[in-house]
């Protein structure tokens, strides 16, 4: 006997973005230039879309790439955007601007990841900061998410812990409602369960303008600031799904312990 497969109607899937976007049929129909009917009966299946109508309407819903292609084949168009390999010859440039920017940001951390955050590009600062773990634990994939917040892993060295874990799950929290994708929701309920009850009251937030890392580290205790840059325009997947995380110094002793460490590899 043969299981069907259940794929969900494209009036269903676009409904569910609009609903999460939490835009209404009448703003949404005024933005794209289509009657708020029209609108309304492409959601219930009662006139077909157009690939530029769903090409539109995903552009004001900032629905992510991959999302994109799911709608149009549920539509029964090809999908408009590629999904390459990094390491492919198309993405040449990229990645060479990725490397770029890791080797040039040593000696502080810096590291690649996607979507789930997986690990795909590392500068040498981050093999330093992680020195202090069981090479076990970094067996690719490594998954910046779960390696913060294991108790075998970073976890025991964050002496934050309860700040830095509520930021980390208000991240995947946030990012599951921005890309639809279970499996942020997945690894934020898995993580849950790893972090300690959050904090009350405002005692750490007036001690820094920004919420650092703060880690326990052999060579001196380490204070990071982290910033995060996304590629503009992207038009595939792969790079509409990576993220470069950049830590830098949240103080003086930092940078002399990140400058030593770099100086002894």
Aim: glycine share 6%; with cysteine; proline share 7%.
């Amino acid at each position: 006997m043969t299981t069907l497969e259940f794929r969900p109607a494209p009036g269903d899937l676009l409904r569910g973005w609009r609903t999460r976007r939490r835009r209404s049929q009448m703003d949404l129909a005024l933005d794209v230039g289509v009657s708020t009917r029209h609108l309304s009966f492409v959601e219930t299946g009662r006139a077909r879309a157009s690939r530029e109508l769903l090409v539109d309407l995903c552009e004001h819903l900032e629905v992510p790439l991959r999302e994109r292609n799911t709608l149009l084949l549920a539509a029964g168009f090809a999908p408009t955007y590629s999904e390459s390999r990094l390491d492919a010859q198309a993405l040449d440039a990229v990645r060479g601007a990725l490397e770029h920017l890791l080797t040039g940001h040593e000696p502080f951390p810096a590291l690649v990841v996607d979507r789930c955050g997986d690990v795909v590009m590392a500068n040498r600062a981050v093999s330093a900061l992680l020195a202090l773990l069981d090479p076990a634990l970094l067996e690719p994939p490594v998954n910046v998410y779960r390696l913060s917040l294991h108790p075998d892993g970073l976890a025991p060295h964050v002496r934050n812990l309860p700040e830095w874990a509520g930021h980390l799950l208000h991240r995947l929290e946030r990012l599951s409602d921005l890309t639809g994708d279970p499996r942020l929701l997945a690894l934020r309920e898995e993580l849950a369960g790893y972090a300690p009850p959050a904090p009350t009251g405002a005692a750490a937030r007036a001690a820094h303008v920004m919420l650092p890392l703060h880690i326990a580290h052999p060579d001196g205790d380490l204070r990071l600031y982290s910033t995060i840059t996304h590629f503009g325009a992207a038009w595939d997947v792969t790079l509409d799904e990576l993220s470069l995380e950049s830590f830098v110094p949240a103080d003086a002793e930092t940078r002399a312990a990140l400058e030593r460490l770099a100086a002894q590899g």
